[in-house]
């Protein structure tokens, strides 16, 4: 089965283009196949800053053949007076077939006219000569630019074109280029034009001429230079990730140029000096077998060329942009944190929402009223209230208007220097975790309650306003705020009640004028959505809904509450018991669900299983109340596993729950109904599904 190779040679793309190109590109081809009855048994995407490919393995020889009745217009529109219309004519035209071979189909709505169509595949090599001007058009990026007479757009200007199946050219024109077999070498190492021999060989055809375009070998050879650079100056690469991502889209072939910069940068704190060299100029740091920074750097570039000139150029580029970063901060430091408290009010948070002055002083209210009398939490209100005045005050510091991602590292930085309090000064930092997925959570209580007052903030003050993300629209981060106040409640040391945070935020936000109470079942159901998506990415999704569905019933609203629920019932699951135990209380809740639990008439218990029935539940009833009030889930559900469970089936088996008496009838469905009122509070069995 022959390899497609589609090749597009570009002039330099920035990096962040790159990924978001290939995987358009990836994913039309994938669509263009299909609609052009082909598949392939891989799509490999392949590129550098100049050249964006894809290598499609295993393809059919031909498109296979196609037979199908395809429904065109209503019988009495093709057909009056038993001749054909120009509809008929041209339902037959544009099927291939003759008019005289049109049939008539009954079908729901009436006659219909049919053609049944039989089309022979075509060689798959004639069908890519149609396709592969498609796919280049659909090659997608964040930004496009014209060139030329500006009649076409794409991320830069193309420059070649090369299309093989196995080692024959697919010959199609796009962009005024015809695709051949000729692309193009490294732009420094090897200039030259470079024939390719097939589909196969390209990745190695293209080594020869120093270009390395698989990008995972292109990544795993520029980490292993950098880790042997970082050795060879006697120190250890600090891993980045993000950097690591950049870098391996900027260059051919990776090579790695050491540097150096003056001690007395280190005076500055590691995260400045770090945030210079990453994010101006995309150096990686070094530290020491201590744990402390070098005065040394390392720098990815695409060509090996005089590497002690290219040293002395970004030493000195790196030398400059220190010392703007030791200017700001020397300054920052002749001014306290608290006294840029006040430029907070006339930065503007949100228009509706007001400044960032206002919304600190929600922070300071909102902290201090949510953890009020709550279990486990020690905080005085005077440390509470100062941590919330200082948390924003970096953000009108010169070094965090330069470097905005060193917010809150800043304020910490300046506040342990000022003699401040070491745990008001790491909330400073805290508060802005975790600020995303790979990020940590707060360390501290008094981190995790400014962390969650800070998003609880913003998100309720959004939704109140109607600013709820739409689509992929999430301009304040509303997503990512939800999922850091659950993230916050599962893996800090903080346990959130969230109705309680989301009343008292909409408590204090009604102090300064604004009603959000009508958003609050928005606000809810946009909770639910992030919790299931964060526990579903551990538990199975029913079982999540199963013991959501209870939380938010019993009124219950500590998110560590919910995780305990999911885990009390997969003690349960892959158990003999657990499916026989779901379909006995689906019947319960079905039946009684809606009943009022009210009192049990003992004298109509006529029927031993019933009698059994209430017997066994005035002896566990209250053990499981017990258990389920201490959260212990788990105890409570193999109570009703054990006790509960069998004198529930014999129940069923024996006893006519619908019975004609209505006495009787009224006192079994209160029975079932006890038994699924107390039940449902630990989670609700008929939303679980059937395992395997």
């Given at each position: 089965m022959p390899d497609l190779l589609i090749e597009i040679g570009v002039e330099e793309l920035p990096a962040s283009f790159l990924t978001h190109a290939l995987a358009s590109m990836e994913s039309a081809a994938a669509d263009l196949l299909k609609a052009h009855r082909l598949q392939a048994e891989a799509i490999q995407p392949l590129g550098t800053p100049r050249r964006l490919a894809l290598r499609l393995a295993g393809l059919p020889a031909a498109q296979p053949d196609r037979e199908e009745t395809v429904q065109g217009p209503p019988w009495s529109v093709a057909f009056q007076g038993g001749e054909p219309t120009k509809a008929a004519e041209g339902f037959a035209k544009k099927n291939g077939v003759a008019v005289a071979e049109l049939k008539k189909v009954e079908t729901d709505k009436g006659e219909y006219v049919a053609a049944h169509v039989h089309e022979k595949g075509q060689p798959t090599s004639e069908v890519l000569a149609e396709l592969l001007p498609q796919l280049c058009e659909r090659v997608r990026?964040?930004?496009?630019?014209?060139?030329?007479?500006?009649?076409?757009?794409?991320?830069?200007?193309?420059?070649?074109?090369?299309?093989?199946?196995?080692?024959?050219?697919?010959?199609?024109?796009?962009?005024?280029?015809?695709?051949?077999?000729t692309s193009r070498g490294h732009r420094f190492l090897?200039?030259?034009?470079?024939?390719?021999?097939?589909?196969?060989?390209?990745?190695?055809?293209?080594?020869?001429?120093?270009?390395?375009?698989?990008?995972?070998?292109?990544?795993?050879?520029?980490?292993?230079?950098?880790?042997?650079?970082?050795?060879?100056?006697?120190?250890?690469?600090?891993?980045?990730?993000?950097?690591?991502?950049?870098?391996?889209?900027?260059?051919?072939?990776?090579?790695?140029?050491?540097?150096t910069f003056d001690e007395v940068f280190l005076e500055l704190p590691d995260e400045v000096v770090i945030s210079v060299m990453r994010d101006h100029q995309r150096y990686f740091a070094v530290r020491a077998a201590d744990g402390s920074l070098m005065s040394r750097y390392l720098n990815v570039v695409n060509t090996a060329n005089d590497p002690e000139r290219i040293a002395r150029g970004n030493d000195r580029v790196l030398r400059a942009r220190l010392a703007d970063a030791r200017f700001f901060v020397e300054e920052d430091r002749k001014q306290p944190l608290h006294?840029?408290?006040?430029?907070?009010?006339?930065?503007?948070?949100?228009?509706?929402?007001?400044?960032?002055?206002?919304?600190?002083?929600?922070?300071?209210?909102?902290?201090?009223?949510?953890?009020?009398?709550?279990?486990?939490?020690?905080?005085?209100?005077?440390?509470?209230?100062?941590?919330?005045?200082?948390?924003?005050?970096?953000?009108?510091?010169?070094?965090?208007?330069?470097?905005?991602?060193?917010?809150?590292?800043?304020?910490?930085?300046?506040?342990?220097?000022?003699?401040?309090?070491?745990?008001?000064?790491?909330?400073?930092?805290?508060?802005?975790?975790?600020?995303?997925?790979?990020?940590?959570?707060?360390?501290?209580?008094?981190?995790?309650?400014?962390?969650?007052?800070?998003?609880?903030?913003?998100?309720?003050?959004?939704?109140?306003?109607?600013?709820?993300?739409?689509?992929?629209?999430?301009?304040?981060?509303?997503?990512?705020?939800?999922?850091?106040?659950?993230?916050?409640?599962?893996?800090?040391?903080?346990?959130?009640?969230?109705?309680?945070?989301?009343?008292?935020?909409?408590?204090?936000?009604?102090?300064?004028?604004?009603?959000?109470?009508?958003?609050?079942?928005?606000?809810?159901?946009?909770?639910?959505?992030?919790?299931?998506?964060?526990?579903?990415?551990?538990?199975?999704?029913?079982?999540?809904?199963?013991?959501l569905s209870a939380w938010r019933e019993a009124g219950a609203h500590s998110i560590r509450d919910l995780r305990e629920r999911v885990d009390g019932l997969m003690t349960l699951r892959g158990t003999a018991a657990y499916e026989a135990l779901a379909h006995a209380f689906k019947r319960v809740f079905n039946i009684a669900g809606e009943h009022a639990p009210g009192e049990l008439d003992d004298a109509l218990l006529t029927e031993g299983a019933e009698q059994d029935l209430a017997a066994v539940w005035a002896k566990a009833g209250g053990a499981i109340d017990a258990a389920t009030a201490k959260r212990d889930y788990a105890t409570a559900l193999e109570l009703v596993a054990t006790e509960l469970k069998d004198p529930v089936d014999r129940f069923f088996d024996d006893v006519l729950v619908m019975d004609e008496d209505e006495a009787l009838r009224a006192n079994r469905l209160t029975l079932l109904a006890r038994i699924a009122h107390s039940v449902s509070r630990i989670v609700h069995f008929h939303k679980l599904q059937p395992q395997g």
């Open positions: 990026f964040p930004k496009s630019m014209r060139w030329g007479e500006g009649e076409h757009a794409f991320g830069r200007p193309v420059h070649w074109l090369v299309a093989l199946l196995d080692g024959a050219v697919v010959p199609f024109e796009w962009l005024g280029l015809t695709a051949g077999r090897a200039p030259g034009e470079v024939e390719l021999g097939s589909a196969a060989s390209y990745e190695m055809d293209l080594r020869k001429a120093r270009v390395m375009v698989d990008i995972e070998r292109r990544r795993a050879r520029m980490e292993e230079a950098l880790a042997e650079a970082a050795k060879k100056l006697g120190g250890e690469l600090i891993p980045d990730d993000f950097l690591v991502g950049e870098c391996v889209h900027l260059v051919e072939e990776p090579f790695v140029v050491p540097g006294a840029r408290r006040p430029k907070l009010d006339s930065v503007v948070f949100q228009r509706k929402l007001g400044s960032i002055g206002q919304k600190v002083e929600r922070l300071a209210n909102l902290a201090q009223e949510a953890v009020a009398g709550a279990e486990h939490v020690h905080l005085e209100d005077a440390k509470i209230v100062q941590a919330a005045e200082l948390a924003k005050c970096d953000l009108e510091t010169l070094i965090v208007f330069e470097f905005p991602e060193l917010q809150g590292q800043m304020g910490r930085f300046y506040a342990e220097r000022e003699g401040i309090d070491a745990g008001v000064a790491l909330a400073i930092e805290e508060h802005y975790k975790p600020a995303g997925a790979s990020d940590d959570v707060p360390t501290s209580v008094l981190g995790a309650v400014l962390a969650v007052a800070d998003r609880v903030d913003t998100l309720v003050g959004c939704f109140g306003i109607g600013q709820q993300p739409k689509g992929n629209a999430d301009p304040f981060g509303l997503r990512r705020a939800a999922l850091g106040v659950i993230r916050i409640a599962l893996e800090g040391p903080l346990d959130v009640d969230l109705a309680h945070w989301l009343d008292r935020a909409a408590a204090v936000y009604a102090t300064q004028g604004h009603d959000f109470a009508k958003s609050r079942a928005a606000l809810d159901g946009f909770f639910d959505g992030r919790l299931k998506s964060t526990l579903g990415a551990d538990y199975p999704s029913d079982v999540v809904d199963a013991a």
